[in-house]
C-alpha cells in the first residue's frame, strides 16, 4: 500500500472515493473565492498526496511493541451479527479484508513487524433494528488515543472560519 501511495496518492487506497484529480482543481477553486484557507487546502492537498497521520504520533506508537487484544463479550455473544456488519462494510469498500486469521498469519505479523496493535471489538445492538449490531473498537486499549493529538484541526477550523467570513466562531 506504501508503494501505492508513493507512485500516485493517497486516494489510490482501497475504500477512498475521492478522485484525486479532479477534487485538487475544485479545492483550490474553493481557496481562490475564499470559501477554504489556503492552510486548511495545504493540510488536505498534502493529506490527500501522500496520506494523513491523523495526529498519530507513529514514533511514539513504534516504541510501544505488538499488543494484541480479545474481544470483548458484547461481540463474542453478537458474533455472527458483526461478522455481517463487518463484511457489509468489506462489500461496500469502507473496509479491508486481510483475510482469514490464522496462527500462521500472527507468526507472520510478529515476524514481520515489531509494532502492530490489535484493538479489541465490542458490539452494540442498533436501538431501531433488533439483532442488528454495530461493531466498536476500543482504541484506548492499544494506546492510540493517547498517543493521538487532533487540536491541529482546530486551528484550521479557526482560521477558516476567521479568514472567510472575518468572524470569529466564539470558541478559546
Not at 37 to 49: I, K, N, P, Q, Y
Not at 158 to 172: D, E, K
Amino acid at each position: 500500500m506504501r508503494a501505492r501511495v508513493e507512485e500516485t496518492n493517497a486516494c489510490a487506497l482501497p475504500g477512498c472515493a475521492i478522485k484525486y484529480d479532479t477534487f485538487i482543481p475544485a479545492m483550490w477553486r474553493a481557496v481562490a473565492r475564499g470559501f477554504v484557507s489556503r492552510d486548511a487546502a495545504c493540510f488536505v492537498g498534502d493529506g490527500l498526496r501522500h496520506g494523513f497521520t491523523a495526529g498519530v504520533d507513529v514514533p511514539a506508537l513504534a516504541r510501544m511493541g505488538n499488543r494484541w487484544f480479545a474481544n470483548y463479550n458484547t461481540a463474542v455473544g453478537a458474533r455472527v451479527a458483526v461478522r455481517q456488519a463487518i463484511m457489509k462494510r468489506v462489500d461496500r469498500g469502507k473496509a479491508l479484508s486481510l483475510g482469514v486469521w490464522s496462527p500462521q498469519l500472527a507468526k507472520q505479523l510478529r515476524d514481520t513487524f515489531t509494532n502492530t496493535f490489535i484493538a479489541p471489538l465490542g458490539a452494540v445492538e442498533k436501538a431501531l433494528e433488533k439483532g442488528v449490531f454495530r461493531p466498536t473498537t476500543d482504541h484506548s486499549r492499544t494506546g492510540l488515543n493517547a498517543n493521538t493529538d487532533l487540536s491541529f484541526l482546530w486551528f484550521y477550523e479557526m482560521r477558516s472560519a476567521t479568514s472567510t467570513t472575518g468572524l470569529s466562531t466564539g470558541r478559546a
